[in-house]
């Protein structure tokens, strides 16, 4: 087996089997022919990197699935704090930024964005749901005009999908504004101030 030095550049090293073998470490297969089997280890880089929990894609059942889990973190972590969550909390993500923040919608916001602050993996988890929200909101209107485009039979009907969709071939992208609201046991998620998706949806 070969590993490139780009490779190993990455946190992968490789011990060669003619340095094993010229070490001593001899293998025998059940045949008795010797084995030819290299040995691979990962630095403390490669270790880190495998460590890292897997990427979520960005659909609408995966924000879903945050949504449920970040759900019961906030019952939890509202109960030990003694917290009510009537009325509604509200957590606002700046599209800009990703930074999160609890509206002035009841008395106790400063104490809530605290106790959020000192929870770094439940914010994350915020910032993370409205990152994936994001992505799938723009999407849908590329994945429109993809579709159209293929669906066209002639020059005119593609001039008239191209005409349609000129804002996806443009390039440009709005930026949606996205909030979450806790109501004490679900999670919604509003875009621009309307609901977009809710865990009682499941």
Known sequence: MNISPVAQSYGVSQISNATRLASGAKEADASGIQGTTDTVQLSTQGKTLAE???????????????????????????????????????????????????????????????????NPDIEMKIHNIAALSSHVVAMGPAMEADAAYRAANSPEEIRNVVAKYSSVYSGYVKVTDFSLLFNGSDVQVNADGASWLSTKQA
């Open 52 to 118: 890292l929990p897997p990427l979520l894609l960005p659909t609408r059942e995966n924000v879903q699935k945050l949504s449920k889990s970040l759900s019961t973190d906030l019952q939890n972590l509202f109960s030990a704090a003694g917290i009510n969550p009537k009325p509604d909390v509200q957590f606002d993500v700046n599209p800009y930024t990703g930074e999160v923040s609890v509206a002035n919608n009841r008395p106790d916001a400063q104490k809530i964005a605290g106790l959020i602050k000192s």
